[in-house]
């Protein structure tokens, strides 16, 4: 029983949080100390759909010289690995499930 029960919150774990609501959850949690209020990192309002590295921030030159625009993808791409998405920058932490990373990604959209 109590095995049946440990296995269940494991999998409720694992299949993670899948809204917006969620993600302000996640990110209270994990972003939030350095993004929106803190001068540790740039702020994210209107970041999802917006070009990279555009805010009054000094970016590290990796992800200033990257361009672009952040879609779905590209946040996704940086979350999961944020080195390997721009070289060189100073934002270290990374989403490691893809669930969680989806939940983050939904409530970005809703910082305008
Ligand atoms: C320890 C501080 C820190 C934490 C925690 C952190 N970030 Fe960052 N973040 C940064 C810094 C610094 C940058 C700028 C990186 C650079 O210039 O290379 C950044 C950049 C970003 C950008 C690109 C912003 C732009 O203007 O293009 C996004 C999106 C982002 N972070 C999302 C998140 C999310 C989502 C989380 C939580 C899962 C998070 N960050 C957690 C410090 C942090």
């Not at 803190?38 to 921030?57: M, R």
């Not at 990257?66 to 390997?84: H, V």
């Amino acid at each position: 029983m109590l095995r049946m029960t440990a296995a269940a919150l494991a999998v409720s774990l694992l299949a993670g949080p899948a809204l917006a609501q969620d993600g302000a959850q996640l990110f209270n949690l994990q972003c939030k100390m350095c993004h929106n209020g803190s001068p540790l990192g740039p702020p994210l309002a209107g970041v999802a759909g917006g070009p990279i590295a555009a805010k009054q921030f000094a970016y590290s030159p990796g992800l200033k010289n990257k361009g672009g625009t952040w879609t779905d993808e590209s946040l996704d791409a940086f979350l999961k690995a944020p080195a390997a998405f721009a070289p060189g920058t100073r934002m270290l932490i990374s989403v490691g499930t893809e669930p969680n990373r989806k939940a983050i990604i939904e409530y970005l959209k809703t910082l305008k």
